[in-house]
């Protein structure tokens, strides 16, 4: 007869049982798991060490291109503008070190800086745009056709465009030294400008942005920009609109002219002047504009080539 006694044995023996296969399982499965993540760990570091050797070289690359670029820029742009005058507009995140290259080129190429107007970051602001649609309708140039739509940037673009730039055909000053000084002191005098120096009209313009603003009303301050940029172009004989492929993503202000069919049709844009070849670009892209084309222009993905009458390689 099975006593009580032999079933506690019986299940104490089956519960040891149990746990030694545990214990045996899982230090075989512990020692499998350990040298399978050891193995995928070093195959990641392999693979990081070749990523990050493939980064230094493509950035030497990278810096040998540009050092070319800044070398052969100026043999490539001479003569491109001769004789012809520039306006330099800066936003408030401009990078100096572009401005300053930019400056250079533009005399390499022949032309002459006629002075340069520093937006503000108040300019783009949405929570000051009636501000700025009131102060560049009271300044409007006597005779001067402003559009009746499009917000402060496409106002503030007709009044320095009519102020700031000559007539696109005939190359003549559009309004008065007066309208021209009032326009700058007003604009200035409501925090949208810097006070500005010595301006004269020109033929032409750069607007220049950098990385832009981030966070609440994004899309308006780029939109402002943009606006503002299409308008001056409509003023003038060629407006281009340069910066950085941060510019170009949907969030920036060239991200924002290439989205438009209207902007794209008269105002060119290039999404790197951060680089020696997209300043020659820049330059390509003014020469461009005279001949009453335009063109988008960078590495960024909604560039239609890198430079005038190159292709992307997507085309």
């Known amino acids: 007869m099975i006593s009580l006694r032999y079933h506690i044995v019986s299940i104490a023996a089956v519960f040891l049982a149990l746990a030694v296969g545990v214990v045996l399982g899982s230090t075989a499965l512990s020692g499998g798991l350990l040298s399978a993540l050891t193995e995928d760990r070093d195959e990641l570091a392999e693979r990081a060490t070749a990523m990050e050797n493939e980064r230094n070289a493509l950035k030497a690359r990278l810096a040998d291109q540009d050092a070319f670029s800044a070398s ?40 002459k800086v006629t002075g340069e107007v520093r937006l503000t970051e108040a300019f ?10 009131e102060i560049a309708t009271r300044l409007q140039p006597a005779g001067a056709k402003f559009p009746t739509a499009g917000g402060p940037g496409t106002l ?52 220049l942005v950098g990385g832009e603003a981030t966070g609440d009303g994004v899309g308006d301050k780029s939109a402002t920009i943009g606006r503002f940029a299409t308008e001056l172009d ?82």
Do not use: C, W
Not at 89 to 97: M, S, Y
């Open 124 to 133: 783009a602001d949405p929570g000051q745009a009636d501000q700025l649609a």
């Open 156 to 207: 503030a673009g007709a009044l320095l465009g009519h102020t700031l730039l000559l007539d696109g055909k005939t190359a003549k000053p559009q309004s008065s030294p007066d309208e021209r000084d009032a326009a700058l002191a007003g604009l200035a005098d409501g925090g949208f400008i810097k006070e500005p120096g010595k301006v004269q009209a020109a033929q032409l313009a750069i607007v």
């Open 72 to 111: 052969v820029g100026p043999k490539i742009v001479a003569g491109t503008l001769a004789k012809r005058t520039v306006l330099l507009v800066t936003n408030h995140d401009a990078r100096p070190a572009d401005r300053d290259a930019l400056r250079k080129l533009i005399t390499d190429a022949g032309a």
């Open 234 to 315: 409509k003023a003038g004989a060629g407006v281009v609109l340069a910066g950085t492929p941060t510019a170009a993503k949907s969030t920036g202000s060239i991200g924002f002219v290439r989205s438009d069919t209207a902007s794209t049709e008269v105002l060119s844009t290039v999404d790197n002047v951060n680089s020696a070849a997209g300043r020659v670009v820049t330059m390509l892209a003014l020469r461009e504009q005279l001949e009453g084309q335009a063109g988008q222009y960078g590495i960024a993905g909604n560039a239609q080539g890198p430079a005038p009458g190159v292709k992307s390689k997507g085309d």
